[in-house]
């Protein structure tokens, strides 16, 4: 019996390093927003302290059942108040680095979940 993965039209992060992402062949250097089902738009926000709950309101307009957020660098929570519109319509949120988030949105969209990414790409200074 030959096994294989079922084949996913799902958009998937092929490659990430200090300050960037790729998405097939095209790097990405601005924070951005990907969604299993195609979605994708540009996250106005340079570096963690930009943040706002008028970014998480942005993604719980997404419909997601899960929003992967990619915080940095490093391991970052948002504050539990910017996640209200999230908690609002049952949408889950799971923080941590941006490479681990690249990896675990990979997984999760190839199985045909509808989850989303939310990326801080940030640079160094």
Same mark, same amino acid.
């Given at each position: 019996?030959? !096994?294989?993965?079922?084949? %996913?039209?799902a958009?998937?992060? %092929? #490659?990430?390093?200090? #300050?960037?992402?790729?998405?097939?062949? $095209?790097? !990405?250097?601005?924070?951005?927003? *990907?969604?299993?089902?195609?979605?994708?738009?540009?996250?106005?926000?340079?570096?963690?302290?930009?943040?706002?709950?008028?970014?998480? =309101?942005?993604?719980? %307009?997404?419909?997601?059942?899960l929003?992967?957020?990619?915080?940095?660098?490093?391991?970052?929570?948002?504050?539990?108040a910017?996640l209200?519109? =999230?908690?609002?319509?049952? *949408?889950? =949120?799971e923080?941590?680095?941006?490479?681990?988030?690249?990896?675990?949105?990979? *997984?999760?969209?190839s199985e045909?979940?509808?989850?989303?990414?939310?990326?801080? *790409? $940030?640079?160094?200074?």
């Open positions: 019996m030959k !096994i294989q993965p079922d084949p %996913s039209n958009q998937s992060i %092929s #490659g990430y390093g200090s #300050g960037w992402v790729s998405i097939g062949q $095209e790097k !990405i250097t601005t924070s951005l927003v *990907i969604g299993s089902r195609g979605e994708r738009f540009e996250w106005l926000c340079e570096k963690f302290e930009d943040l706002g709950e008028a970014h998480f =309101l942005l993604l719980s %307009s997404m419909n997601t059942e929003v992967i957020f990619g915080s940095g660098e490093r391991l970052r929570f948002p504050k539990a910017w209200k519109p =999230l908690v609002d319509k049952q *949408i889950g =949120l923080s941590m680095d941006t490479q681990a988030a690249c990896r675990t949105y990979n *997984i999760l969209a045909g979940r509808h989850v989303a990414l939310a990326l801080i *790409i $940030e640079h160094s200074s």
